[in-house]
């Protein structure tokens, strides 16, 4: 009879990878069975030519008589997985099967859960071992390994991990959705001078902080999450690392070059934790640490617990672009605590974000200056969705993904700022901050520690203001479903931007026609004591307004000289700028952003600049694509598939 159960598990885990089917970009069945703890050891070998490891999974069975947990699996070499022999340490090392691949969402990997039939609350241990597939990308899409000349240091290679939204599955076999939430405790090997930083909490051997020395020479660093997070929330990184204390529970890390500035730059950090706090209730992570990556790092911000990475181009040498970060202590809340179920539900990570983010500003800077991001985020919703197209499915607040969509293809601006901009209508619809503030802090204990979908939002929303009858008047469907702009107009003060979109309008009718104006004098005076976000609200107008008919070159000229915008060094006005002039035919702004792009891989500018080269004459579409092949292998590999996606070349 032994041999017959063999046989039937055998059949049960073949049957179970043969008939998954992806349901929002992942294969784990969570009504099943679910991972809630993992024991995570990883190694990154010789010359990071690749990762190995084990993981050890407590999963929680969820339906009687389930025999198997679906993991997710994506250019990983399984060499053993099973469930732990009965009333032993023991593990059974070959109770697995694994599917085909299918493209971004890669494979099914079922691990059988023992011979007795399971009964829904028991725990089952599983373990797997893995490493990396052979081959040219030897990392799979989660880990950027850079060559020490890739880095800002130029003395020692860096690795660093980017999961969301689907690429845990490369790190190591998991159920890659956010949908599953689990603790864990990692521990990861490396030779010095490198070392390793996790979105963890760093457990101390033996007293003293970070590494015991393993019989290799390498270093031994431990880590424990004791929040329950998803996959995609699962972050690391090794390098030659330093630090600077900016604040009672924050340091700073960056290469020992770069971690003066960074912890300039990023000095209010403490402010905007403890506004967050008062708005959303006690931080619960511990600590709140920012790393600094090389330029390659594709995102403004990523939101790793405990330790935020952030891009270099951030650093523009008066904290101006420091609001990245207060987003991303934002997400210690909206994302991080309360996560969206699923990659449809992107808005209740993204446009809550969005939301907290302002009103942290609010609180440290001033209401006007919330009032301002707002108007600067309502005009690039207004180009993302002329972008993507306003009958595009991706421009709904929730998008329709089908279960073998990559998330990463729908990634644009519309779940940030259409999210915002539902929320800021809610919260006007219910008599303004003063009672819309305490409903955010309530949701967000309420879910805290857990997923949320839109239609939980919602019942949420109408439960706790059902005695407001304007509640009623909510088109729910029309936000929820119908793509485009906003189905509602909110009104903004415009005090701060009125100056900014007087100027665009200026300029706009300077040039009607596109053919120059020699009679028009612009001077510095015109932008004298304005902040960085006013020129932002500045040149997205100028843009939105020359979509048609670019400017001519002798007016972008008169722009940048009279406004040092040619020489300026803040990322967002610069690539504002360039998109401006590339428009327009300018060569000066053709080499700038040709520079631009050699110089750092944030998608945010990368995308942008490369489709105005694309739209431009045969110079600059000869431009963007020599470019982009010369330097690709430098990007960040989800930003060269994005790209590529753009010019056409994938």
Not at 336 to 345: A, E, P, R, S, Y
Not at 622 to 648: C, W
Request: net charge negative.
């Amino acid at each position: 009879s032994t041999k017959m159960a063999g046989t039937s598990r055998a059949d049960a885990m073949q049957a179970a990878v043969d008939d998954a089917k992806p349901v929002g970009a992942s294969y784990a069945r969570v009504e099943e069975a679910v991972v809630v703890h993992a024991k995570i050891h990883l190694t990154i070998q010789a010359d990071d030519a690749g990762l190995a490891g084990w993981v050890e999974y407590d999963v929680e069975v969820r339906a009687d008589g389930v025999q198997v947990v679906l993991l997710d699996l994506r250019h990983l070499e399984v060499v053993k997985a099973g469930p732990k022999v009965h009333k032993t340490s023991e593990w059974n090392a070959n109770a697995f099967a694994t599917g085909a691949p299918a493209g971004a969402i890669g494979a099914p990997l079922a691990i059988g859960l023992g011979d007795d039939p399971r009964k829904k609350g028991d725990v089952v241990a599983v373990r797997v071992e893995f490493e990396t597939e052979a081959g040219e990308d030897k990392f799979g899409s989660a880990l950027q390994a850079l060559t020490k000349e890739q880095t800002s240091g130029k003395e020692n290679g860096l690795a660093f991990t980017q999961c969301q939204a689907i690429h845990a599955r490369s790190l190591f076999p998991c159920q890659d959705t956010p949908a599953v939430k689990f603790t864990f405790e990692a521990t990861m090997t490396v030779p010095p001078p490198r070392r390793v930083l996790m979105a963890a909490c760093e457990v101390p051997l033996s007293g003293q902080e970070g590494q015991s020395k393993t019989e290799e020479g390498k270093l031994r660093y431990d880590f424990v999450q004791k929040v329950p997070v998803p996959a995609y929330l699962f972050a690391f990184a090794v390098g030659k690392f330093e630090s600077r204390e900016i604040g009672p529970r924050t340091r700073v890390w960056a290469e020992p070059n770069m971690v003066d500035a960074a912890a300039a730059e990023f000095a209010d950090t403490n402010k905007f934790l403890e506004a967050a706090e008062s708005l959303a209730g006690p931080y619960r992570w511990g600590r709140y640490d920012l790393l600094m990556l090389p330029p390659s790092f594709p995102y403004g911000g990523m939101e790793n617990p405990c330790l935020t990475f952030v891009t270099p181009t951030l650093i523009a040498g008066d904290g101006s672009l420091a609001h990245v970060v207060a987003h991303e202590i934002a997400h210690s809340w909206t994302g991080n605590l309360v996560t969206n179920k699923g990659w449809d539900h992107f808005w209740l990570n993204e446009g809550w974000t969005v939301f907290l983010e302002r009103k942290i500003l609010g609180q440290v800077y001033g209401e006007e200056i919330l009032q301002l991001h707002a108007i600067a985020g309502y005009e690039e919703l207004c180009e993302e969705v002329s972008r993507i197209g306003p009958s595009h499915r991706f421009t709904a607040l929730i998008p329709r993904l089908e279960g073998n969509d990559d998330p990463d293809d729908a990634f644009s601006k519309v779940p940030y700022e259409k999210g915002f901009y539902f929320l800021y209508f809610l919260q006007e619809l219910v008599g303004g901050p003063a009672q819309f503030e305490p409903f955010m802090k309530d949701y967000i204990q309420h879910f805290a520690l857990s997923t949320v979908d839109s239609c939980q939002f919602k019942a949420y929303f109408e439960q706790y203001f059902k005695s407001d009858p304007k509640v009623a008047t909510v088109e729910w469907d029309k936000w929820f479903h119908q793509p485009g702009m906003p189905p509602c107009e909110n009104l903004y003060d415009h005090t701060l931007a009125e100056a900014a979109r007087a100027l665009a309008s200026e300029w706009h009718s300077a040039d009607p026609l596109g053919v120059g104006n020699e009679e028009f004098h612009p001077s510095f005076s015109d932008i004298q004591g304005w902040s960085v976000h006013q020129l932002i609200v500045f040149l997205d107008r100028l843009l939105a307004l020359r979509a048609m008919q670019p400017l001519h070159n002798s007016m972008v000229k008169k722009l940048g000289e009279a406004y040092k915008f040619f020489e300026s060094g803040n990322s967002e006005i610069k690539s504002r700028f360039l998109r401006l002039g590339v428009f327009a035919g300018n060569t000066q702004c053709y080499e700038g952003a040709v520079d631009m792009l050699k110089a750092q891989g944030r998608m945010k500018f990368l995308r942008p600049l490369y489709r105005a080269l694309n739209q431009g004459d045969s110079q600059a579409r000869e431009l963007a694509k020599t470019t982009f092949q010369e330097n690709k292998s430098r990007y960040h590999p989800i930003a060269a598939k994005m790209v590529g996606a753009d010019l056409g070349l994938s």
